[in-house]
């Protein structure tokens, strides 16, 4: 066989493998747009009753649930709920997706299975918030309200506490969400931001705006893991799951720090970023062929 032949054969392959993909691609980039929306949503309510908060307003702190109970609050809440439920799903689906399938093309390496893994726990964590949100919806035993998760943080680590070697076990968790504050902290800082990611139809001086706005959410959202992470720590070593704290009450501590009222306001700015970062992705955003 000539060269020519083989580079046309190998051509017609690529074209071939392509159409094959292209609905898997539409199909997953739907799933993805939906579900950025739904968080930023979430992110965007959550920063703005915080930011409230920090400068007098009113407001209050609040976690993924609280925000979800707050949505179904408003004028067609019902119907919003519902919009969110689904996002959660098709968030919690596109998780999963990255994690096993790597449509993003992450190395082959420690890094990238590291990333991979904590896809595959963020999808986890958003199926946790389906069936809360689905209890809001129906009138359930369970449903979404602020200051839940805490309670079953809480509650796990108790458990977890009262088994052999547990307080070593809730450690290293403490650590290991530590770990995973520090390193959206660092990516915050990150000038190529989620290269991954790919935003059409934009100028780069708008996809810069637009990623610093990812890197800004980023970098507030791996402070909150990171005083998560400590309180799991310190739970651990004081025995007490008590002192376990969530992610409303995580930012609460702040407030008790010098400058903690503008430190807050400033973290929670940030969680609007990442919720209007979030949108935009939902917009623009295109898988890498």
């Known amino acids: 066989m000539s060269i020519q ?5 190998k051509s017609n392959d690529s074209v071939s493998k392509t159409a094959e993909d292209f609905p898997f691609n539409k199909t997953v980039e739907s799933l993805a747009r939906f579900g950025y ?5 979430i992110y965007f309510v959550i920063g703005l009753l915080t930011t409230l908060l920090a400068f007098g307003y009113g407001g209050k702190t609040t976690d993924q649930q609280g ?4 949505i179904g609050k408003q004028p067609f809440g019902r119907q919003l709920l519902w919009l969110v439920l689904i996002g959660l799903v098709c968030y919690s689906l596109w998780g999963l997706i990255r994690a096993i399938l790597n449509p993003l093309h992450k190395t082959h390496d420690v890094k990238g299975y590291a990333i991979r893994v904590g896809y595959f726990v963020s999808g986890i964590g958003y199926v946790t918030l ?16 602020t200051g839940v998760q805490q309670d079953q943080i809480q509650k796990f ?8 070697l547990g307080k070593w076990l809730v450690g290293i968790i403490g650590i290991i969400v530590m770990l995973v504050g520090l390193y959206q902290f660092i990516q915050g800082f990150t000038p190529v931001f989620e290269k991954q990611i790919i935003l059409v139809n934009l100028t780069p001086v708008q996809v810069k705006r637009v990623n610093f706005l990812g890197r800004f959410g980023t970098l507030s959202r791996g402070i909150i893991f990171s005083l998560i992470g400590i309180y799991l ?7 007490d799951s008590k002192l376990v704290k969530g992610f409303d009450s995580a930012m609460t501590s702040i407030l008790q720090q010098p400058f903690g009222r503008w430190f807050m306001g400033i973290i929670a700015l940030g969680l609007i970023s990442l919720g209007l970062y979030s949108m935009c992705v939902a917009i623009f955003f295109r898988l890498k062929k």
Do not use: E, F
């Not at 720590?233 to 025995?239: I, L, P, W």
């Open 157 to 164: 680590v108790a458990s977890v506490l009262a088994i052999p």
């Open 233 to 239: 720590v310190y739970a651990a070593y004081m025995s």
């Open 67 to 70: 925000a979800i109970a707050m």
């Open 37 to 41: 929306a739904t968080r930023g949503l």
């Open 130 to 145: 389906v069936l809360p949100t689905y209890g809001l919806i129906s009138g359930g035993s369970q449903p979404a309200q």
């Open 5 to 9: 032949k083989k580079l046309n054969r």
